[in-house]
Each structure stands twice: as C-alpha cells, then as structure tokens.
C-alpha cells in the first residue's frame, strides 16, 4: 500500500507540473481571446487584436463616457 501523501505535498506536486506546461494558464487562454493566432513562421512577431474584441472595447468605452457623463457630469 502506498504511503499516504499530505495536502501540501500534494498542492505542491500540481504546481510543479502546471508549471512545466507553459501553454497552460489563464494568462495565455486571455491572450489567445483577445489577441488574434500566432503565427507558424515567425512566433516572435507582435500579435494584434482582434477585431471583435477591439470593437468591443470600443463601444464598452463609449458607453462607459456616456454613462459617466449623463449621470455626473451634468
């Protein structure tokens, strides 16, 4: 029978392997929603973003104005 293992050894074993899997995170799935795909041949160049999450914190932003302005500014 194995030797039981506590929590912290346990906590401590997930850690050590989520971290030897770089492409697993909540950092890289927000970066992959809001920016567009990396590409194939040249992985270090700068990725824009996409065009529907541009155009929605566009309109989050002006929304965010008016709100403001209809509500405090007058």
């Known amino acids: ?3 039981p293992i ?3 050894e346990m ?3 997930i850690e050590e392997s989520l971290a030897q899997q770089p ?3 909540l950092r890289k799935a927000v970066t992959n929603i809001v920016l567009e795909a ?3 041949f040249d992985p270090r ?3 824009k973003p996409r065009v ?18 209809f509500n405090f500014a007058r």
Do not use: D, E
């Open 6 to 8: 506590s929590p912290g």
């Open 52 to 69: 529907g999450f541009a155009l929605g914190a566009v309109f989050f932003a002006a929304a965010v104005i008016c709100f403001c302005y």
């Open 1 to 3: 029978m194995p030797a």
């Open 11 to 13: 906590q401590k074993w």
């Open 45 to 47: 160049a700068r990725r």
């Open 38 to 40: 990396r590409g194939p």
């Open 23 to 25: 492409h697993i995170g």
